[in-house]
C-alpha cells in the first residue's frame, strides 16, 4: 500500500490528473474501438493497467461517485471495474492505460514517445503524492479506496 507522504496529505492536487488526461485529449490517435470490452479482460489478455497513486486516486473519486465505497474481485478475472453491462463503470475516471492501450483490433498501443511528457507529468504527481511508482490497477484502486475512505484524500 502506499505510504503518502505527510507533506501531500493536506494538498492532494487530483486537477493535475484532470488536466493531464485532458491533454491526452487534444492529441488522439485514430483509432477504431468496437467496444468488445476485451482489454478490460485481464485473464483474457494477461495485461493489467498499472497506475500511479494519482490515477489511482482519481478512478478512485470515481467509484465513489458511482456509488461504491470498496470494489471486489471480478470472478472471471476482469476488471473489478467493469460493469455488468460490459461497460467501464468510471469511464470519466479511467486511467491513463485505459486510455492509450488499444487493442492491436483497434489499431493498437499509442507510441510511448507521443506520450512521453505526459507519462512523466503523472510519475511527477506520483513522487509529490508519496506514492511508489506505478501499480496494478486492482491493488491501486482498492489501496486509494481505502485511503479515501480514511478521510486523506
Ligand atoms: S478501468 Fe474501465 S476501461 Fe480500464 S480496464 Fe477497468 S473497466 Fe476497462
Given at each position: 500500500?502506499?505510504?503518502?507522504?505527510?507533506?501531500?496529505?493536506?494538498?492532494?492536487?487530483?486537477?493535475?490528473?484532470?488536466?493531464?488526461?485532458?491533454?491526452?485529449?487534444?492529441?488522439?490517435?485514430?483509432?477504431?474501438?468496437?467496444?468488445?470490452?476485451?482489454?478490460?479482460?485481464?485473464?483474457?489478455?494477461?495485461?493489467?493497467?498499472?497506475?500511479?497513486?494519482?490515477?489511482?486516486?482519481?478512478?478512485?473519486?470515481?467509484?465513489?461517485?458511482?456509488?461504491?465505497?470498496?470494489?471486489?474481485?471480478?470472478?472471471?478475472?476482469?476488471?473489478?471495474?467493469?460493469?455488468?453491462?460490459g461497460f467501464c463503470t468510471i469511464y470519466q475516471?479511467?486511467?491513463?492505460?485505459?486510455?492509450?492501450?488499444?487493442?492491436?483490433?483497434?489499431?493498437?498501443?499509442?507510441?510511448?514517445?507521443?506520450?512521453?511528457?505526459?507519462?512523466?507529468?503523472?510519475?511527477?504527481?506520483?513522487?509529490?503524492?508519496?506514492?511508489?511508482?506505478?501499480?496494478?490497477?486492482?491493488?491501486?484502486?482498492?489501496?486509494?479506496?481505502?485511503?479515501?475512505?480514511?478521510?486523506?484524500?
Amino acid at each position: 500500500m502506499p505510504s503518502p507522504k505527510s507533506k501531500s496529505e493536506a494538498t492532494p492536487d487530483l486537477s493535475e490528473v484532470a488536466a493531464i488526461y485532458q491533454d491526452l485529449e487534444k492529441r488522439v490517435l485514430p483509432r477504431s474501438c468496437q467496444i468488445s470490452t476485451r482489454c478490460c479482460r485481464f485473464r483474457l489478455t494477461g495485461q493489467v493497467p498499472f497506475l500511479t497513486l494519482g490515477e489511482a486516486l482519481y478512478a478512485a473519486k470515481g467509484v465513489r461517485a458511482s456509488g461504491r465505497k470498496e470494489i471486489k474481485p471480478n470472478p472471471e478475472g476482469a476488471c473489478p471495474l467493469l460493469g455488468a453491462n460490459g461497460f467501464c463503470t468510471i469511464y470519466q475516471h479511467r486511467p491513463f492505460g485505459c486510455r492509450t492501450h488499444f487493442c492491436e483490433a483497434a489499431g493498437g498501443v499509442y507510441p510511448r514517445k507521443h506520450l512521453a511528457d505526459l507519462i512523466q507529468r503523472l510519475e511527477a504527481l506520483d513522487e509529490k503524492l508519496g506514492g511508489e511508482g506505478s501499480r496494478p490497477l486492482p491493488v491501486a484502486v482498492g489501496d486509494a479506496l481505502q485511503v479515501r475512505r480514511a478521510g486523506r484524500r
